[in-house]
T-cell receptor, first 117, second 110 residues
Framework: DTGVSQDPRHKITKRGQNVTFRCDPI?????LYWYRQTLGQGPEFLTY????????KSRLLSDRFSAERPKGSFSTLEIQRTEQGDSAMYLC???????????????FGPGTRLTVL | AQSVTQLGSHVSVSEGALVLLRCNYS??????LFWYVQYPNQGLQLLLK??????LVKGINGFEAEFKKSETSFHLTKPSAHMSDAAEYFC????????FGTGTRLTIIP
C-alpha cells in the first residue's frame, strides 16, 4: 500500500492556459474524490467517482473543470482557461466505498499546488 | 445540509499542557464525524472518526474526541501537548462526501 499519489506536486501557469492533474488512488479503492483547498480554509468537495462513474459534482466545479476516471483506477482533473481564482491546493482522496461512503476513511494524497499568474 | 464550525482559528498551548480544539456540528441526520490533521505541505491524515458506536473515540498520537449530542459537539483533546503536534486540524462531517470546517492551527510553545 503506497498511499495516494498526485502529480505534479506544484504547477505554475499563466492565466488562460489549460492544466491537468493526475491522481493515483490506493489500489482497489473504489471511490475517488477531488477537493480544493484555498489558503486558510478547509478542503471543499469538488467531485467523486465510484469506480469509473462520476456520481456527484459540486457547483464549485464550473464548466471549465472536468474530471475523468476512465478505467476506474487513476483520475485526471483538467482546468481549462485558468483564472487567478483557480489558484489553490487540489487534493485527491480515495476510499474503499464498502460502507456506501458514509463511514469510510478517506485517504488523502499530498496535493497539487496550482499557482495561476 | 450538514456543516461543522471550528471555534478558534489559532490555538497556542505550552508543551505538556492540555490541548482542546473545538468543533460543533449541524446535521439533519445522525452525523459521522472526523478529525484530520495536516502538516505543512502535506495531505490530510485521519486522527479519528465517530461512527455512532462509542461516544468517546480514541485516535492516533494520543488524541481523543467525545461526541456530545446534547451539545452538538465533537471536541478534540490531548492530555499533554508535544512539539510534534504543531499542525492544522480539521473537523469534518460526512454524508458520502466530507464537509470540512475552516481549520484550527495549533502552535506549541516550548
Amino acid at each position: 500500500d503506497t498511499g495516494v499519489s498526485q502529480d505534479p506536486r506544484h504547477k505554475i501557469t499563466k492565466r488562460g492556459q489549460n492544466v491537468t492533474f493526475r491522481c493515483d488512488p490506493i489500489s482497489e479503492h473504489n471511490r475517488l474524490y477531488w477537493y480544493r483547498q484555498t489558503l486558510g480554509q478547509g478542503p471543499e468537495f469538488l467531485t467523486y467517482f465510484q469506480n469509473e462513474a462520476q456520481l456527484e459534482k459540486s457547483r464549485l466545479l464550473s464548466d471549465r473543470f472536468s474530471a475523468e476516471r476512465p478505467k476506474g483506477s487513476f483520475s485526471t482533473l483538467e482546468i481549462q482557461r485558468t483564472e487567478q481564482g483557480d489558484s489553490a491546493m487540489y487534493l485527491c482522496a480515495s476510499s474503499t466505498g464498502t460502507s456506501g461512503g458514509y463511514t469510510d476513511t478517506q485517504y488523502f494524497g499530498p496535493g497539487t499546488r496550482l499557482t495561476v499568474l | 445540509a450538514q456543516s461543522v464550525t471550528q471555534l478558534g482559528s489559532h490555538v497556542s498551548v505550552s508543551e505538556g499542557a492540555l490541548v482542546l480544539l473545538r468543533c460543533n456540528y449541524s446535521s439533519s441526520v445522525p452525523p459521522y464525524l472526523f478529525w484530520y490533521v495536516q502538516y505543512p505541505n502535506q495531505g490530510l491524515q485521519l486522527l479519528l472518526k465517530y461512527t455512532s458506536a462509542a461516544t468517546l473515540v480514541k485516535g492516533i498520537n494520543g488524541f481523543e474526541a467525545e461526541f456530545k449530542k446534547s451539545e452538538t459537539s465533537f471536541h478534540l483533546t490531548k492530555p499533554s501537548a508535544h512539539m510534534s503536534d504543531a499542525a492544522e486540524y480539521f473537523c469534518a462531517v460526512t454524508h458520502e462526501k466530507l464537509t470540512f470546517g475552516t481549520g484550527t492551527r495549533l502552535t506549541i510553545i516550548p
